[in-house]
């Protein structure tokens, strides 16, 4: 669960979403859930001359299964604390 | 949660790409925990490098969650304004695990 309270921390920020059939679409994250779906507001695929399909398609859901990569922007991770937290959780104290 | 992220898109227009590459466009009717879906009045949009977006009418469809990628919720507007027999693209490439 500490990935989806990471990225509930990143609610409202821009992100680039990079999925496994090699597009990529930038977007508000709008919200996440425990599967990390992913919902994005004001999308723009990267490259729309190679990949038009989703030119009418301002808002969408990305199954968490299909994300190979999440860029996210500068300065919106703290590593110390997400070390911390990490640990915490090896540990099992959550 | 999932549920919420797909419940406004309830009776709407929305595009799938699944994880085939294809990409579906009809009315989302239903959802569940796992994104299967069933979509009414479907269409495929086709793409290919040599003629403009052919579209084929499919009915009504379940979907696989599985075999989804991305749900996208369609601009009436935007697509309104779209000339799909222009459009040419390469067909988007399978999910690869």
Redesign the interface.
């Known amino acids: 669960m500490l990935f989806y309270s990471y990225f509930k921390t990143l609610v409202g920020k821009e992100v680039t979403v990079e999925?496994?059939?090699?597009?990529a679409?930038s977007g508000t994250l709008h919200?996440v859930?425990?599967?990390l779906?992913i919902?994005l507001h004001n999308?723009r695929v990267i490259n729309e001359q190679?990949?038009?399909?989703?030119?009418?398609?301002?808002?969408?859901?990305?199954?968490g299964?299909?994300v190979r990569y999440v860029q996210l922007p500068p300065g919106s991770v703290d590593v110390e604390i997400l070390h911390d937290a990490t640990r915490r959780e090896a540990r099992g104290g959550g | 949660m999932a549920d919420s992220a797909l419940a406004g898109l309830i009776d709407t227009t929305i595009s799938v790409i699944t994880a085939d590459g294809r990409n579906i466009v009809g009315v989302l009717r239903g959802y569940d925990q796992a994104t299967n879906l069933i979509l009414d009045e479907c269409h495929e949009r086709v793409f290919s490098t040599k003629n403009g977006v052919e579209q084929l009418a499919l009915g009504l469809y379940v979907i696989r969650g599985d075999n989804i990628a991305v749900v996208g919720e369609i601009d009436d507007e935007l697509d309104a304004q779209i000339d799909f027999s222009q459009v040419r693209a390469a067909p988007l490439k399978a999910v690869t695990h």
């Open positions: 999925l496994k059939n090699d597009l679409i919200s859930d425990q599967y779906n919902k999308t190679k990949y038009p399909h989703m030119l009418s398609v301002r808002n969408c859901f990305i199954r299964s299909v």
